[in-house]
């Protein structure tokens, strides 16, 4: 069983920052891949920022310059820097990894946080 929880997030002003955590957790060998995610009231989820283990972080282009990801292999989290947050930021985000490693030859995928709401209002 993976369990990813997500914490940080709340209400902040237009150019302001928030930041948020996700911590995986259960028999986690190793993560391929995590990712923040957010679905906005009426549309469609969106793939905010993702990175690889070993790789190069990859952003939506309506976060980049904003937003930055960063994990901690080590510890099984990844965490969110939001700055210069826009009302269009608002939005539920959630925690995903892929390619968790469970046991020998087994790995998991499509494991998702609850989500955590993020509000952007003066």
């Known amino acids: 069983q993976v369990k990813l929880v997500e914490s940080g997030g709340g209400l902040a002003q237009p150019g302001g920052s928030l930041s948020l955590s996700c911590a995986a957790s259960?028999?986690?060998?190793?993560?391929?891949?995590m990712a923040w995610y957010r679905r906005a009231p009426g549309k469609e989820r969106e793939k905010v920022a993702s990175?690889?283990?070993?790789?190069?972080?990859i952003y939506a282009d309506s976060v980049k310059g904003r937003f930055t990801i960063s994990r901690d292999v080590a510890k099984n989290t990844v965490d969110l820097q939001m700055n210069s947050l826009q009302p269009e930021d608002t939005a539920v985000y959630y925690c995903?990894?892929?390619?968790?490693?469970?046991?020998?030859?087994?790995?998991?995928?499509?494991?998702w946080g609850q989500g955590t709401q993020v509000t952007v209002s003066s």
């Open positions: 259960g028999n986690i060998l190793s993560i391929n891949s």
């Open positions: 995903n990894a892929e390619g968790v490693q469970i046991g020998r030859g087994l790995f998991k995928y499509n494991n």
């Open positions: 990175l690889i283990d070993g790789g190069y972080p």
